[in-house]
């Protein structure tokens, strides 16, 4: 197994554990946005971040602070493909 491979595995079975817990902890929370590269990871994990938002009568201002910022986060990498692929237009109609 590949590097690679191995930390798929291993911020697979951390995001399985966040979705499982009803309390994650701050490391794997930590751990997991670590290991995110793509804006489709990033949109996932947010996904489940906002689960457990709706779950709770009451969530902990950590949490949405978190949330904010990947969103902030899937913005950013959003628009830098945005640019990307203009660019690549760009090249390709020259």
């Known amino acids: 197994m590949d590097a690679a ?3 798929k595995r291993i911020t697979d079975r951390l995001l399985g554990d966040v979705e499982e817990a009803m309390y994650p902890s701050v490391t794997m929370l930590n751990r997991v946005e670590v290991a995110l590269k793509t804006p489709a990871d990033v949109a996932a994990y947010a996904e489940t971040l906002v689960k457990k938002v709706e779950e709770s009568r009451f969530p902990s ?3 949405l602070n978190r949330l904010d910022g990947l969103v902030t986060r899937l913005e950013n990498l959003e628009r ?3 640019q990307r692929r203009q660019l690549e237009a760009a090249r390709e109609g020259s």
């Open 80 to 82: 830098q493909q945005q």
């Open 5 to 7: 491979a191995l930390k």
């Open 61 to 63: 201002t950590e949490m």
